[in-house]
């Protein structure tokens, strides 16, 4: 991550662990609300693609920011190659401890070692604790939605306003989790950008588009099968506060990509009605 200003970290703290955010007032008197970032997989709080556009920009409009830092991306494939890892390794040491072939034209074969000598077969590194996918899994989504949570108290101590969370990529699957989970009277609009649900997860983002008590913007470019079965489902459930938004994709031209969806995100925020927000700070 590049230097920031001391003044925009905030170290923050979820559970038993402590995390980084990153906060960035508004640039008017009163902020309208407070939009908190999450980001997605192996993206930091200043992450050059969405995060910092929308970070540093949406201050500028009267909305204050804040990016949060998430744990490492949970890894399905990794938690079942530790769980069904060998717990031991008897066989291997034994084969070890045969004697050697004689080697030469002379010579006597060397006896084999005796229990005592061969010491007891363990191996010589104790084998690693197997571990549940499902718990691992239980864990993660316990360390990040407590991560979103301090963000919230953040915003509620800054004087929130409207709060807003904003998802990039499988940030937008943990912060409709968040809402649909914990059901938060503070909190109740969502904005997903390229919402995508992380591997070895519980399905979360479908489900939370029919729910007609968050309003939610679910920005995508070129929507594939994902982004129209979030659309079905909120059309199914009779969601008139969801609302899906293509972005435009610029070959060649990131910068004026980035500007296309902090506009059209900023433009969607601007419609939110004062009432729509539970926060005690909102006018």
Do not use: C
């Not at 079942?80 to 006597?108: F, K, L």
């Not at 996918?133 to 316990?142: G, K, L, V």
């Amino acid at each position: 991550m590049r230097q920031l200003p001391a003044e925009q970290q905030k170290t923050l703290q979820a559970g038993d662990e402590s995390f980084l955010a990153l906060l960035l007032p508004a640039a008017r008197a009163k902020a309208t609300g407070t939009v908190i970032l999450v980001p997605g997989d192996g993206e930091s709080a200043d992450w050059p693609n969405v995060m910092a556009p929308v970070r540093q920009q949406l201050p500028t409009f009267g909305w204050q920011t804040i990016a949060l830092s998430l744990p490492d991306p949970y890894d399905p494939v990794v938690a079942i190659e530790r769980d069904t890892a060998p717990a031991d390794t008897d066989a291997q040491a034994n084969s070890e401890q045969t004697p050697p072939p004689v080697t030469g034209g002379t010579g006597t074969a060397p006896t084999a070692p005796t229990q005592a000598e061969a010491g007891s077969g363990e191996p010589a590194q104790a084998a690693v604790a197997p571990v549940d996918p499902e718990a691992a899994a239980n864990a993660q989504a316990t360390r990040v939605l407590a991560r979103i949570a301090a963000g919230i108290d953040l915003a509620l101590q800054q004087g929130a306003g409207h709060i807003v969370l904003v998802g990039h990529g499988t940030g937008a699957y943990w912060a409709a989790r968040y809402l649909a989970e914990k059901e938060p009277a503070e909190v109740k609009q969502l904005a997903l950008i390229d919402g995508r649900e992380p591997q070895g997860l519980p399905a979360r983002l479908d489900a939370t588009m029919g729910k007609t008590d968050l309003q939610i913007a679910d920005l995508v470019h070129a929507p594939g099968p994902a982004a129209q079965r979030r659309k079905e489902r909120a059309a199914q459930k009779a969601n008139k506060n969801y609302r899906q938004i293509e972005l435009p994709v610029i070959p060649g031209d990131r910068a004026a990509e980035q500007e296309q969806t902090v506009r059209r995100l900023r433009a969607w925020l601007d419609r939110l009605p004062p009432a729509a927000s539970g926060s005690p700070d909102a006018s």
